[in-house]
């Protein structure tokens, strides 16, 4: 029953759809929609699109604004940072491009039709990856030939190749967060699971009471959650600082002293900071064999080292930070030369055709 609502509103979206595209596409409109909790990548297009002068940019944070329809149908490019499955059922106009930029980098968890073959195909004109090494990857997650998927780099990571004042954004975080001033920053981002169930026990999995006992003096424990964890927990009483809701994660990584996450993502903007990043899996093996599984194992090339229990992670914590080369050798098969032109070259693949027209 759900299946069939679910047909008939796509049905109707795309009717709606054919009567906007009676509109010009205009090549020069850049609409950045965003299917997913934070700008990220699609920040970094509207700031290159915008200093570049040529476009028109247009944001869309929900789809459900009048007017979405006929953005989509109008634009030269459509730019997304997650999957938006109506789009699999509009008949867009072969002079628009679809480009996904996706909300993450390298080539590490099982995503898309790698886990859910059977997902609706999404006609992408343009898949952004970081670099050739994962291209294979983002071809079999979007279930497209890999001439679609362009290694051009990782808008996400273009900001973090921009000069910063790290004192004057630690003074900034001291000033809104007062117990932490002075102490060393340890960041801990797990990513979500499938089985919400799990996603509800995560921080079970993590002793705030043991970390405060060997580290509450010298050291301050910040707590990002995955946005599809957001409101689950209520972190009051444990002594740490939560900052799931915090805008710019990049920010945060800079002025953190370590990074402690599972498989999160995040620790591709941390290799390219060469932060120090730990890797607490406490359900490795449950992950490895029933949810999403790793395109490159985790073991062959992992950022950092892992632990697998809580007292392991402990003494990681404590240990002197031997994992440069390592952080190096991840960083360079997942994110390629991470050298801030990505956002630029993406302008150029996608609308150098179109612009000329």
Same mark, same amino acid.
């Given at each position: 029953?759900?299946?069939?609502? +679910?047909? =008939?509103?796509?049905?109707? *979206?795309?009717? *709606? ?15 950045? !929609? ?26 869309? $944070?929900?789809?459900?604004? /009048? ?8 634009? %030269?490019?459509?730019? !997304? ?28 968890? +099982? ?11 999404? /006609? ?9 090494? @994962? ?9 497209? /030939? ?9 808008? *996400? *990571? ?10 004057? &954004? ?12 002075? +102490?060393?920053? =340890? ?12 996603? #509800?026990? !995560? ?35 444990? %002594?740490? @600082? ?7 994660? $990049? ?21 390219? &900071?060469?932060?120090?990043?730990? =890797? ?5 093996? #449950? ?32 240990? /002197? ?9 991840? $960083?360079?098969?997942? !994110? ?9 070259? =993406?302008?150029?693949? @996608? ?7």
């Amino acid at each position: 029953m759900k299946k069939h609502v +679910k047909a =008939i509103a796509f049905r109707a *979206l795309a009717a *709606l759809f054919a009567l906007c595209r009676v509109f010009p596409v205009r090549p020069n409109k850049a609409v950045l !929609l965003r299917h997913f909790p934070v700008w990220g990548a699609l920040e970094a297009m509207e700031q290159a699109l915008r200093t570049d002068g040529r476009f028109r940019v247009v944001k869309i $944070a929900d789809w459900r604004r /009048p007017g979405t329809l006929y953005h989509l149908a109008t634009a %030269g490019a459509v730019f !997304l940072n997650n999957n938006f499955t109506p789009l699999a059922y509009l008949p867009f106009s072969k002079r628009t491009k679809l480009v996904q930029l996706w909300h993450g980098d390298g080539g590490w968890k +099982k995503l898309g039709h790698s886990v859910d073959p059977a997902a609706p195909k999404i /006609p992408y004109t343009h898949i952004i990856c970081s670099c050739e090494a @994962v291209r294979p990857y983002w071809a079999e997650i979007f279930a497209l /030939p890999p001439a679609r998927v362009l290694p051009l780099g990782s808008p *996400l *990571l273009d900001a973090l190749t921009q000069p910063c004042d790290k004192s004057a &954004l630690r003074a900034e975080f001291d000033t809104q967060y007062p117990q932490c001033r002075e +102490k060393r920053l =340890i960041l801990y981002a797990p990513t979500f699971r499938d089985d919400p169930a799990e996603n #509800r026990a !995560l921080l079970t999995h993590f002793d705030f009471a043991a970390f405060n006992a060997r580290f509450g003096g010298e050291a301050a424990l910040l707590v990002r959650l995955h946005p599809q964890m957001h409101g689950l927990y209520d972190l009051r009483g444990t %002594g740490a @600082v939560d900052l799931t809701g915090a805008p710019d994660p $990049a920010g945060l990584l800079r002025i953190c002293d370590l990074l402690v996450t599972d498989y999160s993502s995040m620790c591709f903007s941390a290799v390219a &900071l060469d932060l120090p990043v730990v =890797i607490y899996a406490f359900d490795e093996a #449950r992950y490895m064999a029933h949810d999403r599984g790793f395109y490159k194992p985790l073991r062959e090339l992992p950022p950092g080292p892992i632990a697998n229990d809580f007292p392991a992670l402990l003494e990681l914590l404590a240990a /002197p930070d031997v994992y440069a080369g390592q952080r190096a050798a991840f $960083a360079a098969f997942h !994110l390629g030369a991470v050298d801030g032109k990505s956002c630029g070259r =993406i302008i150029e693949a @996608v609308f150098s055709e179109s612009m000329q027209q």
